[in-house]
């Protein structure tokens, strides 16, 4: 068994009223050297949520997402350097490091809940019954 964190991907049409649907999962599994993403958009529940939503835009960050999971989005870009306060470090391109931009807070249409933990001895497996129990 292996411990993993995940994220509900949220869909907030309207950021100011904090209401949303959830559209996907995100699943961090270090020791199996796992992170995989699953969505389902029901537009006519997002349109319900927001009639002027565009559900092509939130389909496109949900495939950006995508792209980040499987080291795609800036595979071009390797590794590099980052200004800290602390002076300056190595930014990597891993897991750990692509979950650690999907997790973290912004306000936007498209944005990640809070970080949950588990067990698992399959990640796959329980990245689509997340997406089951969460999305579906």
Request: charge should be negative; aromatic fraction near 6%; hydrophobic fraction near 45%.
């Amino acid at each position: 068994m292996n411990p993993y964190q995940y994220v509900a991907l949220r869909c907030v049409p309207r950021v100011e009223r904090e209401e949303f649907v959830n559209v996907g999962v995100v699943v961090h599994c270090p020791d199996a050297e796992f992170l995989g993403v699953r969505s389902a958009v029901d537009a006519d529940r997002l349109r319900a949520f927001s009639a002027d939503l565009d559900i092509d835009a939130v389909r496109a960050a949900l495939a950006a997402i995508e792209r980040i999971c499987a080291g795609k989005a800036h595979a071009a870009y390797g590794a590099a350097l980052r200004a800290t306060s602390y002076g300056v470090r190595e930014v990597r391109d891993d897991h750990g490091t692509r979950f650690g931009l999907l997790k973290a807070p912004r306000s936007t249409v498209l944005q990640p809940g809070p970080v949950h933990g588990g067990i698992t001895a399959d990640p796959d497996r329980t990245l689509e019954h997340l997406l089951e129990q969460l999305v579906l």
